[in-house]
């Protein structure tokens, strides 16, 4: 068993996640992706106003930061680093924390943003498949009119006759 020199001094070792923390983030990002294409696929039942707020009120909940500090071994120093809000809030309410009201704060934040951002996609969205029915109504309209032996809007006045090929 090696022991360290009594004279020489402490050398400090980093955090054993603290070398992996954007790793740690980036599967986070993935395995929220995977959960929100879940929830949005398993509210199918929901019309989609409802389905796209929900989604994106949940993604907001899941993305938004915040910071935490937890005690470390030795008296008085303390361990400060960033989590997604509920986590902090959660494990805030569980352990009777101050931290709670913050990071429960910025998940209420958090999801408002999501919802207000998945209302904004579905009102564009909206607008798209109003403009698509609309070209089609048109189309519809014109081949109803050509049907009908009056001229249609790109006509000249003549019959045409069709051809093959």
Same mark, same amino acid.
């Given at each position: 068993?090696?022991?360290?020199?009594?004279?020489?001094?402490?050398?400090?070792?980093?955090?054993?996640?603290?070398?992996?923390?954007?790793?740690?983030?980036?599967?986070? +990002? =993935? /395995?929220?992706? #995977?959960?929100?294409?879940? !929830?949005? @696929?398993?509210?199918?039942? %929901?019309?989609?106003?409802? *389905?796209?707020?929900?989604?994106?009120?949940?993604?907001?909940?899941?993305?938004?930061?915040?910071?935490?500090?937890?005690?470390?071994?030795?008296?008085?120093?303390?361990?400060?680093?960033?989590?997604?809000?509920?986590?902090?809030?959660?494990?805030?309410?569980?352990?009777?924390?101050?931290?709670?009201?913050?990071? +429960? =704060? /910025?998940?209420? #934040?958090?999801?408002?943003? !999501?919802? @207000?951002?998945?209302?904004? %996609?579905?009102?564009?969205? *909206?607008?798209?498949?109003?403009?698509?029915?609309?070209?089609?109504?048109?189309?519809?309209?014109?081949?109803?009119?050509?049907?009908?032996?009056?001229?249609?809007?790109?006509?000249?006045?003549?019959?045409?006759?069709?051809?093959?090929?």
């Amino acid at each position: 068993m090696h022991q360290a020199d009594p004279g020489a001094p402490e050398r400090e070792e980093p955090m054993l996640i603290s070398d992996s923390m954007s790793l740690l983030w980036m599967i986070y +990002a =993935a /395995l929220s992706l #995977v959960v929100l294409l879940t !929830g949005y @696929l398993g509210l199918a039942f %929901l019309p989609r106003l409802p *389905r796209i707020v929900l989604t994106w009120a949940v993604a907001g909940v899941m993305w938004v930061p915040a910071t935490f500090e937890l005690p470390l071994v030795e008296e008085g120093q303390v361990y400060a680093g960033k989590a997604p809000a509920i986590m902090v809030a959660a494990v805030a309410w569980f352990e009777h924390d101050a931290q709670f009201a913050g990071a +429960a =704060a /910025l998940a209420v #934040v958090g999801a408002g943003i !999501g919802a @207000l951002f998945g209302l904004v %996609l579905w009102w564009f969205g *909206r607008q798209r498949i109003q403009r698509k029915a609309a070209a089609v109504r048109r189309q519809a309209q014109r081949d109803q009119d050509d049907d009908n032996g009056r001229p249609g809007a790109s006509d000249d006045g003549q019959r045409r006759e069709p051809v093959l090929g």
